[in-house]
Structures are given as structure tokens and as C-alpha cells.
């Protein structure tokens, strides 16, 4: 019967076992039995090479163990005050320490199977935990972008184009200073390096004026904008123009910052597997592409395929903290080159 469940039966035993079988109901039952107590061997199971005479020598072990006498087991009982202990007077079996380094063996497996299970599914969770926070910060400096333009004749926060204010990380500072945005944390996006900077906050826009040298004004711009990157306006007629907020579903108004080293500048936040961005009607979408498909505008570079002023009002452009919304005059040759021209 074991031969049977174990499959190690050639096939007229096999097919002598199932005669037998289908006409003996108490054989039936012994089978149910025996296959049920193997089922705790199934966890550790294994396919090897049995070793020579394994057969006869399990017999002869099971017929050994089947004379052995059974030992007496003696107890001595401690006084009163104490409590009670069952002494053996004989060792375990070897076969019983044999079954439990197995059974050890078995919660080892066990244990490694549910790390390997476990840690790659805390570590999603924890990245999408990360993911919908960013989304949250985004959705929260829209109310705040949304409440400004209100009050400002429908236009979003203005980046100047020269000057030390001319930068896209503007408006941060410009939000915070006008009372807008009451978390300045809200520009760092928790998947981004900077939110590991304990000591970040937003500058005030008095501070960003105050600079007296160009390496300290760098640095400032860098950052003002935390890990999220703002809308650089348009040119129009041959002038700049501030963004108006006409409620636009694909038009995008911020995004995780654009990097300078992966392709299509994709942002690092995530790992470069996408960014999430603020369109100008307040929705937060995460994109795997700042262009998601050929007839979509790349919201990273403008039409000309620089990181600058859209070229016309519906050309929307995302640029990082330190991004200037007008460059000197460049030429390349395809996008984002940057290349000289006269």
C-alpha cells in the first residue's frame, strides 16, 4: 500500500492494488488512513536517488524496533514544595532525533520561503505607500496653486525671466510667502533624495534676493522647488507669458522634477519608472512618459525640444527648480540638444 501511494509499484502491482481496491471496502479505508498520515511529509518532500538496499534495510529496522522491549519510565517526585519532574530512563530513539533535525529543516524552508515572500511584498507596499504620498503633496500644492490664481486675476504664481527670481522653483517660496500653502514640506516628495534632508525648508523670496554670490544663489534655486518641478509660461507674439488657469485636463502644471540623466528625463523620484503630475484641472495621474504617445505633447521639453518657455500657449513645459523659462539664444539639432545658435 505504500509502494502504491508513493508510486514506486511496477505496473502489474499497480493494477493487482486497484483489483483489490475496487472490491475491498476495508482496503479502501486503510488506504485513506495511510495517506493521510503522509501528509505531513509532503512540506518536505524531495526527489533523490534512494540509497542501495534501502528497502530491506527499513524492514529489518522496523522489525528491530518492533522487538525492542519497552522501556519502563520512571518518575520522581520531588517534595511538596516543589514541582513534580518526569525523569527517562532511557535516550530517544536516533530515528527521533532524526525526525526532529527534519522537522527543524522543514521550519527552515518555511521560514526562508515566507522571507522571500514577504520582503519583496513589503517593499512594493512601501514604495506605493510613497507613491500615493507624492500624489497627495501634488494634489495639495494644486489647491494651493488653484486658490492663488483665484486672486490673481486667473493666473498661477509668475516666474520672471531674468533676474534672481527667474527660476521655476519660484513658486514655492511664492506660495508659502502669500500664506497659500501651510505645509512648505509639501514640495518633497517622500520616494525623492531630498526627503532624506531633515534640514530642507523653503526659502523666503527676501532670502533668495539677499544673495551675494552666484554659488549661493544656485544652491537656493536647486532646491526652493523641492523635488517637484513647475510650469515655465509661453511665449506668444514674441513675449513671455505667465500660465492662466483655464482648467485644462492634459495641460501639466507640475510633476516629480525632470532629471538630466535618464532618458527622456524621466524623473528619479520613482526610480525613473515614471512621475506623477498636476494637470491644470487639479488631477494627479502617475505617467510612465512624459510623452505618452507621438501625438502628445512632452511636457518636459517644449516644441523646439528645449527645457524653456512653451511655444505657444497649449506647449507645456515642466522644468526642474533651477529651470530659467527663457535661455539665451540656443540652437540644436532635435531635442534638448542645446547647441549655440546666432
Known amino acids: ?108 524552508g518555511i521560514f526562508v520561503a515566507a522571507v522571500l515572500l514577504i520582503v519583496p511584498a513589503v517593499q512594493r507596499s512601501r514604495v506605493q505607500a510613497r507613491l500615493m504620498a507624492c500624489q497627495d503633496n501634488l494634489r495639495q500644492i494644486g489647491m494651493a496653486l488653484t486658490q492663488y490664481s483665484q486672486q490673481h486675476h486667473g493666473f498661477f504664481p509668475h516666474i520672471p525671466t531674468q533676474g534672481k527670481l527667474a527660476a521655476a522653483g519660484l513658486y514655492a517660496p511664492t506660495l508659502v510667502s502669500a500664506g497659500f500653502l501651510n505645509e512648505p514640506r509639501r514640495v518633497v516628495c517622500p520616494a525623492s533624495t531630498l526627503a532624506e534632508d531633515r534640514h530642507f525648508r523653503v526659502p523666503t523670496l527676501e532670502e533668495i534676493r539677499a544673495t551675494t554670490t552666484a554659488e549661493q544663489l544656485e544652491r537656493l534655486r536647486r532646491t526652493m522647488g523641492g523635488s517637484y518641478g513647475y510650469n515655465l509660461g509661453h511665449m506668444s507674439g514674441g513675449h513671455y507669458h505667465g500660465t492662466k488657469n483655464i482648467g485644462r485636463e492634459n495641460f501639466a502644471m507640475m510633476a516629480d522634477a525632470p532629471s538630466k540623466h535618464l532618458p527622456g528625463r524621466q524623473s528619479a523620484n520613482h526610480g525613473g519608472r515614471g512621475q506623477n503630475v498636476l494637470f491644470e484641472n487639479g488631477q494627479v495621474r502617475f505617467v510612465t512618459s512624459p510623452r505618452p504617445n507621438p501625438q502628445a505633447d512632452d511636457f518636459f521639453l517644449n516644441d523646439d525640444g528645449f527645457v524653456a518657455a512653451g511655444t505657444h500657449r497649449n506647449d507645456s513645459v515642466v522644468g526642474a527648480s533651477d529651470s530659467k523659462p527663457i535661455l539665451p539664444v540656443m540652437r540644436g539639432e532635435g531635442k534638448g540638444e542645446g547647441k549655440k545658435r546666432k
Open 1 to 108: 500500500m505504500l509502494g502504491y501511494l508513493l508510486g514506486a509499484l511496477d505496473d502489474a502491482e499497480r493494477e493487482l492494488v486497484e483489483t483489490h481496491l475496487q472490491s475491498e471496502a476495508d482496503l479502501r479505508r486503510d488506504l485513506a488512513v495511510l495517506r493521510g498520515g503522509m501528509k505531513p511529509l509532503e512540506a518536505s518532500r524531495e526527489d533523490f536517488s534512494p540509497p542501495v538496499d534501502l528497502a530491506a534495510r527499513t524492514c529489518r529496522f522496523v522489525a528491530a524496533q518492533s522487538r525492542e522491549p519497552v522501556q519502563p519510565v520512571s518518575q520522581v517526585v520531588e517534595p511538596a514544595a516543589s514541582r513534580p519532574t518526569i525523569i527517562s530512563s532511557g535516550a530517544p530513539p536516533a530515528w527521533i532525533n532524526r525526525v526532529r533535525w527534519q522537522n527543524m529543516a522543514v521550519a527552515i
